[in-house]
């Protein structure tokens, strides 16, 4: 490759890498003369590359979005990256899995042989769990909407479909139209879900993006709120383990269970794991029930010390009672 056509793809790298290069530091990174670095700039935008420049004391180059869209520039990590995201994003829960297909068609016949052999190789299959029902997918018009009034910090006005319709003989009212101060889009188990303050119930709500239906226009801009904690994430998390605390359920306890720490581990996803020994570990989980939290302890099929509270270790009597009878029953 001739000197000049490398040094414009490492120019066009390094551009989109960061917003802001001063003109010196790209000289250094390039081993060039400012001179050049200006020389190499034009010939970007005569290619249709849109980097403008920026003056004050270490005025630069940015590259800006244009009209259209010139030849993009992807090292092989950033290739790979991108495959594995396209790969997998049937599993986001955001409708978009035919055009991640065809993005990923389109990715791949611009490639060197080198880097399509690469990314040929890597097969990667993303699968739903067994028995699980099929998740609904999240229309990607919807959710731009949705993340443009977040960021617009606008309200936001939308139809809320029931978890379960209700039967057409019923005749019911259709439900009001929510009116939110949208916070945050997040998708939690392949599900995508908007975080907001329901202006009506004067309270923090969590709506499945599946079963919005945005109306136009949005409404007026609103100050931000702060999510109560100030952690969306762990806000979400707290949700939807059935306490408004972070990352806390209603039935918290602690066993010790004779199986090593890695075994455990791979299957307890809100709890936590220590080693207590080479073949026994120290495990604190939370359920909805103790009765659940125990019946969940005991699939992993070893024998198990209860720790506390003294309602857990109940639960395991109380189920040890019923398996028993279960047991002493002829068929």
Not at 59 to 83: H, I
Not at 167 to 184: C, F, L, S, T, Y
Not at 213 to 242: H, I, L, Y
Not at 299 to 325: C, K, Q, S, T
Request: aromatic content about 8%; hydrophobic content about 45%; charged content about 25%.
């Amino acid at each position: 490759m001739p000197k000049t056509s490398a040094r414009l793809l490492a120019l066009l790298s390094l551009l989109q890498a960061r917003r802001d290069w001063p003109g010196a530091l790209l000289a250094e990174r390039l081993e060039v003369s400012p001179r050049t670095v200006r020389r190499d700039v034009d010939r970007l935008r005569e290619l249709g590359y849109p980097v403008v420049a920026f003056k004050g004391p270490d005025g630069g180059y940015r590259l800006d979005a244009g009209a259209s869209l010139p030849p993009l520039l992807f090292d092989d990590d950033q290739a790979v990256a991108l495959t594995v995201a396209l790969r997998t994003a049937a599993a986001t829960g955001a409708g978009i899995g035919e055009s991640a297909a065809r993005a990923l068609t389109t990715v791949r016949q611009v490639m060197p042989a080198r880097l399509r052999h690469r990314v040929d190789a890597l097969r990667v299959t993303a699968v739903e769990r067994t028995g699980a029902p099929p998740r609904p997918q999240a229309d990607p018009r919807v959710l731009l909407a949705l993340s443009s009034a977040v960021h617009a910090g606008e309200v936001l006005r939308f139809d809320y479909s029931p978890a379960y319709a209700p039967a057409a003989e019923d005749g019911g009212e259709a439900p009001p139209v929510r009116r939110v101060e949208p916070h945050r889009l997040v998708t939690w188990g392949g599900r995508w879900y908007l975080v907001a303050w329901d202006l009506d119930r004067e309270d923090w709500r969590i709506f499945r993006a599946d079963r919005i239906v945005p109306r136009t226009p949005t409404g007026p801009r609103f100050p931000p709120r702060e999510v109560p904690g100030g952690d969306v994430a762990a806000f979400v998390a707290a949700r939807f383990q059935g306490s408004e605390g972070p990352g806390a359920w209603p039935c918290r306890g602690e066993v010790i269970l004779d199986a090593p720490a890695g075994e455990v581990a791979a299957y307890v996803r809100d709890g936590i794991v220590e080693e207590d020994g080479p073949e026994r570990c120290r495990v604190v989980l939370g359920a909805w029930s103790w009765a659940g939290l125990a019946a969940y302890l005991g699939r992993f099929d070893v024998d198990i010390e209860v720790v506390g509270p003294a309602e857990l270790r109940n639960a395991f009597a109380r189920l040890a009672r019923r398996y028993a009878a279960a047991a002493s029953k002829a068929p």
